[in-house]
T-cell receptor, first 110, second 113 residues
Framework: QKEVEQNSGPLSVPEGAIASLNCTYS??????FFWYRQYSGKSPELIMF????GDKEDGRFTAQLNKASQYVSLLIRDSQPSDSATYLC??????????FGAGTRLFVKA | ETGVTQSPTHLIKTRGQQVTLRCSSQ?????VSWYQQALGQGPQFIFQ???????GRGNFPPRFSGLQFPNYSSELNVNALELDDSALYLC????????????FGPGTRLLVL
């Protein structure tokens, strides 16, 4: 079992729709959760971080965390073609090591 | 822009050679982590430096080594390069070693022939 799992995609949504990206993790002691966006050939860019159960909203982005189910998700409202990228889920157990999933490719159709 | 810089941007080496990659952390950040990202994969943790000491290490052989300087900048050294070392090498800086948010530099793309 991988430590952080994501569906590789591609996830294809029409412009203006809600994109839902999911991530599961194996370590119940995980404390910090991050979503990064990575355009092709570029480095990861932080979108959101979340530490507590529930929802956290920032503009068009909402991160959702459910520690009991070991599940974290990212919702992108009003998706735009510029949102087309790979989205990386990252998990930290409170120490030095942050573990990344392999990423989900999102394609927003104009 | 995160304020994290890396050099060089691209590098081509041959098998068996040695390489040094450099990273300057974001102003005020005292911790630097290095990652290797192969094509189509997520970043894999190599090691982390805090106050000029290695603070933790991932599953990478000893030929991957590093340094951190008093100004918090850092180097990643790889000896005896192998073809599988071809990847994007990412440096991330943070304020602390306990899961704080990390900000990535633009990366160094290494090709080993």
């Amino acid at each position: 079992q991988k430590e952080v799992e994501q569906n590789s995609g591609p996830l294809s949504v029409p412009e203006g729709a809600i994109a839902s990206l999911n991530c599961t993790y194996s370590d119940r002691g995980s404390q910090s959760f991050f979503w990064y966006r990575q355009y092709s050939g570029k480095s990861p860019e932080l979108i959101m971080f979340i530490y507590s159960n529930g929802d956290k909203e920032d503009g068009r982005f909402t991160a959702q965390l459910n520690k009991a189910s070991q599940y974290v998700s990212l919702l992108i409202r009003d998706s735009q073609p510029s949102d087309s990228a790979t989205y990386l889920c990252a998990v930290n157990t409170g120490g030095f090591k942050t573990i990344f999933g392999a990423g989900t490719r999102l394609f927003v159709k104009a | 822009e995160t304020g994290v810089t890396q050099s060089p941007t691209h590098l081509i080496k041959t098998r068996g050679q040695q390489v040094t990659l450099r990273c300057s952390s974001q102003s005020g950040h005292n911790t630097v982590s290095w990652y290797q990202q192969a094509l189509g994969q997520g970043p894999q943790f190599i090691f982390q430096y805090y106050r000029e000491e290695e603070n933790g290490r991932g599953n990478f052989p000893p030929r991957f080594s590093g340094l951190q300087f008093p100004n918090y900048s850092s180097e990643l050294n790889v000896n005896a390069l192998e073809l599988d070392d071809s990847a994007l090498y990412l440096c991330a800086s943070s304020l602390g070693t306990s899961g704080e948010t990390q900000y990535f530099g633009p990366g160094t793309r290494l090709l080993v022939l």
